[in-house]
């Protein structure tokens, strides 16, 4: 038996929880753009560009290449707000019906609305760990921050996996 269900578009207003992820998500990107800003002429020539799975500086480059952490972060958030506008263009399994589309949208929008300012969050302390390493105050992120980056990924899409089975 083939779905014949047709992705129709529903309003749904953003909800509380999506507003405080987002104004969270944008204010540490914010914050790291101001952060960046406000150092960039104190900033010296050589500034840590990527650093391997300890958490380590493993590659020098120039301060120009701090510009691209800030561009990626604001490609990644247009993008994925647009994802986030549009939940009838997500996948979702052949049980979804009129009677359940609304229910399926609103996860899937949640999920898309907490990756997105997941990933702002992530960048942002990516560009003040390696401004601060390179004013000589920070240390490096240590062999933490892969896995609790992972994680901080990894569980909210879990989550949203397990709502949307609940679904009905």
């Known amino acids: 038996m083939t779905n014949s269900w047709n ?6 207003d953003k909800t509380k929880i999506e507003w405080v992820w987002d104004i969270i998500g944008f204010s540490f990107y914010l914050g790291s753009l101001g952060f960046l800003i ?10 840590p560009a990527h650093f391997n799975a300890l958490g380590e500086v493993d590659r020098w480059g120039s ?9 990626i972060g604001a490609f990644l ?3 994925m707000q647009l994802f986030e506008r549009f939940p009838e263009t997500h996948n979702y399994p052949q049980r979804i019906n009129k009677d359940n589309a609304k229910e399926f949208y609103l996860v899937s929008r949640k999920l898309i609305n907490q990756l997105k300012n997941i990933c702002l969050i992530i960048f942002a302390f990516i560009s003040f760990e ?5 004013l000589g105050i920070g240390n490096g992120f240590g062999i933490w921050f892969l896995p609790i980056t992972l994680a901080g990924t990894l569980i909210p899409i879990v989550l949203g996996f397990i709502k949307q ?4």
């Open 38 to 47: 406000y150092h960039w002429n104190g900033l010296p020539d050589k500034v």
């Open 165 to 168: 089975r609940k679904i009905r």
């Open 77 to 79: 958030a247009i993008m």
């Open 130 to 134: 390696t401004v601060s390493i390179a």
């Open 63 to 71: 301060k120009v290449e701090l510009i691209i952490l800030p561009i």
């Open 7 to 12: 992705k129709t578009k529903i309003h749904i």
